[in-house]
C-alpha cells in the first residue's frame, strides 16, 4: 500500500527566505506527482504536476522536482512572501490507479511571517 | 482544467440528520472521487463514482452511511446519513484528467 510523508510538519520562517518541503513516497511505481496548496478550510489548489517521466516543473517562484527512483520530491519555494502561507500537499497516482484516485500525504503546515 | 462547483460551501446539522453535498463539473468526465478531511488530517478517498454503475467504496466507508449518485458525466451528489459529530470533516469532490486532479472548494460539515 503506498504512503506519503511530508516532512516537516510545520515551517514557519521570515518574509523573503527560500525554502524546501519534502515529500516521500513508498512505491515508486507511480505514475505522476501533484503538489497542492490548501487554504484554512478550503479546497485545493493545484500548483504543480509532475509526470514520472519527468524530473522537475516550474511555475513562477515554485520549482517541484521528483526522483522516482528514491521515492522523493521536493517543493522549492524562492523569495517566500506572506500570502504563501498555506498547508501545501503531496499526492501521488499509482500505475493503472486511475480508478483509486490520490494518495496524499498530512501536509507542510507554512507560514511566512512578515 | 475542469472548473468543480460544489455545494454547500458549509453547513451546521443536527445529529441524526443527513445533508446531500453537490458536485457541478463543467465538462463530461468519467470518473469522479470524494473524499473527507478530517480536523487536522489529510484527505482519504471516500469512494470512487462513475457513470451508470455503482461507486467503489473505499475500506470503511459503507453505502449506507455515504451513498453517492452519478447520474450523467458533469454531477455527482455525496450524502452523509444519520450524521454524528464524527462526521465533522471537510468533504471535496474531485475529477482527474490527463494534467492532474481538480478538486472542487469543499463543504465544511459541523455535526451538532
Known amino acids: 500500500k503506498q504512503e506519503v510523508t511530508q516532512i516537516p510538519a510545520a515551517l514557519s520562517v521570515p518574509e523573503g527566505e527560500n525554502l524546501v518541503l519534502n515529500c516521500s513516497f513508498t512505491d515508486s511505481a507511480i505514475y505522476n506527482l501533484q503538489w497542492f496548496r490548501q487554504d484554512p478550510g478550503k479546497g485545493l489548489t493545484s500548483l504543480l504536476l509532475?509526470?514520472?517521466?519527468?524530473r522537475e516543473q516550474t511555475s513562477g517562484r515554485l520549482n517541484a522536482s521528483l526522483d522516482k527512483s528514491s521515492g522523493r520530491s521536493t517543493l522549492y519555494i524562492a523569495a517566500s512572501q506572506p500570502g504563501d502561507s498555506a498547508t501545501y500537499l503531496c499526492?501521488?497516482?499509482?500505475?493503472?490507479?486511475?480508478?483509486?484516485?490520490?494518495?496524499f500525504g498530512k501536509g507542510t503546515h507554512l507560514i511566512i511571517q512578515p | 482544467s475542469a472548473v468543480i462547483s460544489q455545494k454547500p460551501s458549509r453547513d451546521i446539522c443536527q445529529r441524526g440528520t443527513s445533508l446531500t453535498i453537490q458536485c457541478q463539473v463543467d465538462s463530461q468526465v468519467t470518473m469522479m472521487f470524494w473524499y473527507r478531511q478530517q480536523p487536522g488530517q489529510s484527505l482519504t478517498l471516500i469512494a470512487t463514482a462513475n457513470q451508470g454503475s455503482e461507486a467503489t467504496y473505499e475500506s470503511g466507508f459503507v453505502i449506507d452511511k455515504f451513498p453517492i449518485s452519478r447520474p450523467n458525466l458533469t454531477f455527482s451528489t455525496l450524502t452523509v446519513s444519520n450524521m454524528s459529530p464524527e462526521d465533522s470533516s471537510i468533504y471535496l469532490c474531485s475529477v482527474g484528467q490527463a494534467w492532474g486532479y481538480t478538486f472542487g472548494s469543499g463543504t465544511r460539515l459541523t455535526v451538532v
Open positions: 509532475i509526470q514520472s517521466s519527468q
Open positions: 499526492a501521488v497516482l499509482r500505475i493503472g490507479g486511475g480508478a483509486d484516485g490520490l494518495t
